[in-house]
């Protein structure tokens, strides 16, 4: 089976999250051996993800957590 | 589950225990369709509330995290609704177009970005941005997927949608933040990440 670039971008997402078909993998890994653009349209996707999922990205407001306990407590508390 | 029967039992003190470890992601659930700290927050709490009365109503056969993220994304989802009443221009709002693959920016090498370099505010700051740019579909289901590291069968619950359309949205979503970010990214490398690289003492620029 040959890929275009085309059809790589279509599977992209599922390649990284390892849901592609095994034949179809093949192909995938194939056309990435050869094209430096598709390759590089997924280092840079999983690289972006890697960032995004840190714990520094997004950050909860401080005390978040002992305000939403406290609110909990009070709950508790009154039996609602 | 064990927890579960004893909060109903009467030991109520355990509802702490039972929603500590999914806090955060109730929080990012909300945050992802409000879009502003302080909404975010307040419909968190809110959420957690609905759940501590709701208990009695979850069933075994759904997971609880997935149960309270929902709980959250639904009084999200309300509070958007209700704000939007009051503006209504914003119901004019364009609708979203599901259909097609968005074409990545096509570069052609990638030299990765370290995490160390989020030590750095404009990095945290360009990424939020970008999240916040993709439309509110999307977006959720990045922030759940992708940020807070759920799997597609999680999101799919959470959200109420097939797998299939979680699947569809996060190709779309990673797309369009890397059409987005990737050249943003390595037009400033240098810039952004310069003071870094000499503290690193790293060669990956």
Partial sequence: MVLDCRHVWDQISNYIDGTVPQEFRDAVEEHLAHCRHCAAVLDSTRNILVLIADERTFEIPI???ERLHARLQNAI???G | MELIARILAGERELFHQLVRPYEKAVYMAAYAILQ??????????????KALKSL??????????????????NEARGRLRHA???????????????????????????REVPSEALER??????????????PEIYRETILLRDVQQFSIAETAAALGVREGVVKTRLLRARLMLQKILAPQLRSKRSG?????????????F
């Fill in chain 2, 121 to 134: 505010r404009e990095l945290r700051e360009l990424l939020r941005a970008a999240i916040a740019g993709l």
């Fill in chain 1, 63 to 65: 005390g978040y957590s």
């Fill in chain 2, 36 to 49: 502003n700290e302080h909404d975010a927050e307040d419909a968190a709490q809110e959420a957690m509330l």
């Fill in chain 2, 192 to 204: 952004l990440f310069g003071l870094f690289r000499s503290k690193a003492g790293g060669s990956w």
């Fill in chain 2, 84 to 110: 939007r009443v009051l503006k209504i221009e914003s119901l004019d709002a364009p609708a979203v177009d599901e259909e097609g693959t968005p074409v990545p920016a096509v570069i052609s090498d990638w």
């Fill in chain 2, 56 to 73: 009695p109503n979850f069933r075994a056969e759904a997971k609880f995290s997935t149960w309270l993220i929902s709980i959250a994304i």
């Fill in chain 1, 77 to 79: 508390a009154a039996g």
